[in-house]
């Protein structure tokens, strides 16, 4: 079923509804089909789990066997927490007859029990498994076991992966590192938003998962290609969005896609030709929506970190947040101080740090911030 609206937000649907990214999708597909797995990444919200899925799609429908998985593990806080998701997200699926699935399982998960239940559409096994944590390490390496048996190839997305890093055990990196290396029917994609700790994670001869992958960074989808897109799902409800119009709107959200997507589908429930007041609205309907979450947010924060946000988001972009002009201006403390406040709203994803200076993250606090008075 197709969607009522085609500008998602949210999962994915098929090629139709999604803009661009060919030469990134080849990229991924080319070096997943010759065994290389793949570094992705990109800020949050630009698109990669999009891009994931729209990868494991066409994976899909060149070869329909195959296994494709996706996990998030952005909301995991110790390798615990890790093996239990990773348990849930890779165990019974790639077996087609549910009993073979029970037995495999069976045969190779002894460090604990796991409990089985059935989907109700498809039948497969789900399953899930509690692990102590003197038995982590050897759920791991017979989750790992598993899928070095199937004779089924087998590609997993592990989406924000640098949370690995933030794990209190050690050694983490070097444990996931030695098991998927002796996986020839299984490739990974390791994807994450936060660019420097995956890059470190990637690219220092320091670190575990040195130059094991193809580096792969995301940034903005063609300003043009994004235009086609969105133009002609309006013209195909008979509505008009004008391409210049569309422009302002790419520019004023400097690319990203999550946000133009969400003012474009807004746009489009309208059900009206699109002209600037009505773009205005929007932004301003989205906003109003968001402004309660973004006070309690603040609630959060000095008065100096407060004004550093605002400056940030007066400006739009700054390329010197230490330059003299810059906090002079905005009657910031001194660069000590906003040193050490940016620092701070770097590391909580508040400021996000481009190639052409620093912006508000969320480019709809952003345009809440500059309305507000402090």
């Not at 698109?47 to 998985?69: M, N, P, R």
């Not at 699926?93 to 029990?113: E, H, W």
């Not at 590192?177 to 320091?206: D, T, Y």
Request: hydrophobic fraction near 40%.
């Amino acid at each position: 079923m197709k969607p009522n609206n085609p500008f998602l937000i949210t999962g994915y649907h098929s090629p139709e509804f999604f803009c661009d990214r060919k030469v990134e999708t080849v990229t991924i597909l080319d070096a997943l089909h010759n065994g290389r797995n793949v570094t992705l990444i990109a800020p949050r919200r630009m698109g990669k789990t999009g891009l994931i899925h729209h990868a494991f799609y066409q994976l899909k429908e060149q070869k329909s066997d195959v296994v494709t998985l996706y996990m998030d593990i952005y909301s995991t806080q110790t390798l615990g927490d890790f093996v239990r998701l990773f348990a849930n997200t890779v165990l019974g699926q790639l077996d087609s007859m549910p009993q073979k699935a029970l037995n495999r399982i069976s045969q190779f998960i002894r460090s604990c029990r796991p409990v089985f239940t059935f989907d109700e559409m498809t039948g497969t096994p789900k399953v899930t498994v509690d692990v102590s944590s003197a038995e982590e390490e050897s759920t791991l390496k017979e989750i790992f076991d598993y899928l070095g048996s199937s004779e089924k190839r087998c590609y997993i997305a592990i989406d924000e992966f640098q949370q690995i890093a933030e794990y209190p055990e050690k050694g983490v990196e070097a444990l996931l590192r030695s098991f998927i290396q002796f996986l020839p029917n299984v490739n990974f994609i390791f994807a994450g938003s936060k660019q420097h700790v995956m890059q470190e994670m990637f690219a220092s001869s320091k670190r575990p998962f040195y130059q094991s992958t193809q580096l792969l960074t995301i940034g903005t989808i063609n300003r043009d290609e994004y235009a086609d897109f969105a133009t002609w799902h309006f013209a195909n409800h008979n509505l008009v969005l004008p391409r210049e119009l569309f422009y302002t709107v790419y520019d004023k959200f400097y690319g990203h896609t999550w946000y133009i997507q969400n003012l474009l589908n807004r746009l489009y429930g309208y059900n009206r030709n699109v002209e600037k007041g009505l773009v205005s609205y929007a932004v301003e309907q989205i906003v109003t929506e968001q402004s309660y979450s973004y006070a309690n947010l603040l609630k959060a924060y000095s008065s100096g970190h407060v004004r550093l946000l605002k400056a940030i988001a007066q400006e739009g972009c700054v390329k010197e947040v230490l330059a003299g002009d810059f906090i002079s201006k905005h009657r910031l403390k001194a660069a000590s101080s906003v040193r050490s406040a940016l620092k701070k709203l770097i590391e909580n994803e508040l400021v996000y740090q481009t190639a052409d200076g620093y912006i508000i993250y969320d480019r709809f606090m952003g345009e809440w911030l500059r309305k507000q008075v402090f």
